[in-house]
């Protein structure tokens, strides 16, 4: 692949599509050869390698032993209760399989749905492969989520059994998961057979009768076991996944077998520059989708060892990633945006303190990367920060730099071009029309089949996968992202923000993102959220809400006054009066989701003075009752 340049090779993945993927489908292993690369007949249902048997497990796993048994698979690090330990492929392979016959004895068969909502343990990737080799579907839910919105998951995914444990860590608290798991049992009108809990020693476990069993009793009786891989078809369903629920409720991402795995292998190589025996950081978590492609599947299928941390970027200190890229040699590294901004507040000292010369490239994803956090990373650590988009629902990116078919600069601001296999387009969201002339602001979408590796539906509702993602472009059947953007000269994308945060001001359609762009670039302020709030006689008005870097700026009413003062002067500079917020209020920290996206559709409510709607995916409840205090005074 040396000599392509990134131009003909996207060219081919469009125009020869199955030749394209054929090729890329030997990075893995199949039991039996498929028929067809992609069955497109009944659009825009994609069938990827129909008659292919395979297993991601196989992949991720049994197929190294030959190569690389006694190498690390799986490091594990906790800094909450201070463990660090690996697993060599030899290893990871004898518990994988303990798990393995350990579910089957529980009853779980091919196709039966396993819930798994653990904090990031060994046991939690033990028990997702576990599944996969089975043939059975995991659905992993976050450790961090409530009762509430576990219980709407298990309903919808209805699991046969549910994997757990007694407790996650957070910032050195315990955070008990049992009862929770068991309020949501209770509110749930599925009941799943068994519950296996792995016991932690961090919390009371309270086992129910007749339905909890211990995970350590029973890898006891199953310290033998060989459970050998169950060959599924390509198109089998591996998981299901629930969107973070950042403008609604969470759909439930259904992804499949073989396409997924294909896809992985090839993003390793194209977009991430990964070589097999090296060591892979992802520093999400497994309940959300980088935690499934880059902390699980793709870094495993790839033959590298992964990184499973438990604590936060700033505990013992915020040298702490820096200290395992140096120890454990990594060489790729990926974060969000949020947690860059985390270690921004930090002592800049502790990021270069460690040798990260093993590191190549650190990526983000999740939300958009301003420019400042992306600058001041880049020169802290000396390498280069890429940004990529993506999607709970595509499983791997949309729009990156593909450095890996050819290098090529990255731009500021923008995640890069349109990822091989994606035939992403800029929609005009009134006509339909695709946008060709550059710096065009459209709706950014993807006309189909979705490449390998894509949901393939959403789980047990095929009408709303349809209804959802491919018929809101007008005149055409195309998959929406739901985002806004615009390309350059040079391809590149730039993303402006979900097309569900315009706001209409007397007529003019404002992106909230771009006023808070504009804001984000007064030197006081650290991050901002923009909203749309009805009035009465300019139908909306923009407001902002900023945390400051120094809070001491806004301590008294007249600071505060005239700091927002001078914020809405930058952006009638920048943006001109029509987008100029109506008001720009200080508060300490901002509503985001447990994945760290902005929650401004919860902001947006509570200005309104409505009901901010579900908020089990809210992390911290006292960012949103600042702003409530702040825009619905207790005297009013
Ligand atoms: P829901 O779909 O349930 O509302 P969500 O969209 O937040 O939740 P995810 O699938 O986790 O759930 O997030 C995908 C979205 O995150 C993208 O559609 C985009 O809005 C945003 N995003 C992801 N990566 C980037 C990026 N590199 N730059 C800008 N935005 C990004
Ligand atoms: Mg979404």
């Known amino acids: 692949m040396s000599h392509t340049d990134y131009a003909s090779f996207y060219r081919r993945s469009i125009d020869d599509r199955d030749g394209f993927w054929a090729e890329q489908a030997r990075l893995i292993d199949w039991q039996r050869p498929f028929d067809r690369v992609c069955n497109y007949d009944n659009p825009p249902f994609a069938r990827w390698f129909e008659g292919g048997l395979t297993n991601l497990c196989h992949n991720a796993v049994d197929r190294h032993l030959a190569t690389r048994a006694d190498q690390n698979a799986l490091i594990y690090v906790s800094t909450e209760t201070g463990t660090e330990r690996a697993y060599t492929y030899r290893e990871l392979h004898t518990e994988v399989q303990r798990m393995a016959a350990i579910l089957r004895a529980l009853g779980v068969q091919k196709g039966d749905r396993v819930l798994i909502?653990?904090?990031?343990?060994?046991?939690?990737?033990?028990?997702?492969?576990?599944?996969?080799?089975?043939?059975?579907?995991?659905?992993?839910?976050?450790?961090?989520?409530?009762?509430?919105?576990?219980?709407?998951?298990?309903?919808?995914?209805?699991?046969?059994?549910?994997?757990?444990?007694?407790?996650?860590?957070?910032?050195?608290?315990?955070?008990?998961?049992?009862?929770?798991?068991?309020?949501?049992?209770?509110?749930?009108?599925?009941?799943?057979?068994?519950?296996?809990?792995?016991?932690?020693?961090?919390?009371?476990?309270?086992?129910?009768?007749?339905?909890?069993?211990?995970?350590?009793?029973?890898?006891?009786?199953?310290?033998?076991?060989?459970v050998p891989c169950e060959w599924v078809d390509s198109t089998h369903p591996s998981y299901i996944l629930y969107t973070s629920g950042t403008t609604g409720k969470p759909k439930g991402v259904q992804r499949d077998t073989g396409g997924y795995a294909v896809a992985l292998a090839a993003s390793m190589r194209y977009i991430y520059m990964a070589q097999p025996g090296e060591t892979y950081f992802s520093t999400s978590d497994i309940g959300w989708?980088?935690?499934?492609?880059?902390?699980?599947?793709?870094?495993?299928?790839?033959?590298?060892?992964?990184?499973?941390?438990?604590?936060?970027?700033?505990?013992?200190?915020?040298?702490?990633?820096?200290?395992?890229?140096?120890?454990?040699?990594?060489?790729?590294?990926?974060?969000?945006?949020?947690?860059?901004?985390?270690?921004?507040?930090?002592?800049?000292?502790?990021?270069t303190k460690y040798d990260l010369s093993s590191l190549r490239a650190l990526f983000l994803a999740g939300e958009p990367l301003d420019e400042p956090t992306a600058t001041w990373m880049a020169q802290a650590i000396g390498k280069p920060v890429i940004d990529n988009y993506w999607q709970t629902e595509t499983g791997w990116p949309i729009l990156a730099v593909c450095n890996g078919v050819e290098p090529a600069p990255t731009k500021f601001g923008s995640p890069g071009k349109a990822v091989y296999g994606y035939d992403v387009r800029l929609i005009d969201e009134n006509t339909g029309e695709k946008i060709t002339e550059p710096n065009r602001k459209g709706v950014i979408a993807v006309q189909g089949p979705l490449p390998p590796g894509c949901l393939q539906t959403v789980w047990g509702d095929d009408e709303r996968y349809v209804k959802t993602y491919w018929s809101s472009i007008p005149g055409r059947q195309m998959y929406s992202t739901f985002?806004?953007?615009?390309?350059?000269?040079?391809?590149?994308?730039?993303?402006?923000?979900?097309?569900?945060?315009?706001?209409?001001?007397?007529?003019?359609?404002?992106?909230?993102?771009?006023?808070?762009?504009?804001?984000?670039?007064?030197?006081?302020?650290?991050?901002?959220?923009?909203?749309?709030?009805?009035d009465a006689l300019k139908g909306q008005v923009a407001v902002a809400f900023a945390v400051l870097k120094d809070p001491a700026r806004a301590a008294t009413e007249a600071d505060a006054l005239k700091l927002e003062g001078e914020i809405m002067k930058v952006v009638d500079e920048q943006l001109g009066a029509v987008a100029r917020p109506a008001r720009v209020r200080f508060v300490s920290l901002l509503p985001k989701t447990r994945s760290g996206k902005l929650l401004r559709r919860a902001i947006q409510a509570v200005c309104e003075g409505r009901d901010p709607g579900d908020l089990t995916t809210l992390d911290d409840p006292s960012a949103l009752q600042q702003i409530r205090d702040l825009v619905q005074p207790p005297s009013a």
């Open 117 to 226: 909502y653990m904090p990031m343990i060994p046991e939690a990737a033990f028990a997702m492969l576990a599944c996969v080799r089975i043939g059975a579907i995991h659905s992993v839910v976050f450790g961090g989520f409530a009762s509430h919105s576990l219980a709407t998951r298990i309903d919808d995914a209805a699991p046969k059994v549910i994997v757990s444990a007694d407790a996650g860590m957070r910032a050195g608290k315990v955070v008990p998961y049992k009862h929770l798991l068991d309020e949501a049992i209770r509110l749930s009108r599925h009941q799943p057979q068994r519950v296996l809990m792995v016991n932690r020693g961090l919390a009371p476990l309270d086992p129910v009768a007749e339905r909890d069993v211990d995970y350590a009793t029973l890898r006891e009786a199953h310290l033998q076991a060989q």
């Open 289 to 351: 989708v980088v935690g499934h492609s880059y902390i699980i599947y793709g870094p495993l299928i790839n033959g590298m060892a992964t990184i499973m941390y438990e604590g936060t970027p700033i505990r013992p200190d915020a040298g702490i990633w820096w200290r395992l890229v140096q120890d454990y040699r990594v060489t790729v590294m990926f974060t969000a945006p949020t947690a860059a901004r985390v270690l921004k507040k930090q002592d800049p000292a502790y990021l």
């Open 483 to 534: 985002d806004w953007g615009v390309r350059d000269a040079d391809g590149y994308y730039y993303i402006l923000g979900r097309t569900d945060d315009v706001i209409n001001v007397a007529g003019h359609r404002l992106g909230t993102r771009e006023i808070e762009e504009s804001i984000s670039s007064h030197p006081a302020v650290a991050e901002v959220a923009v909203v749309g709030v009805a």
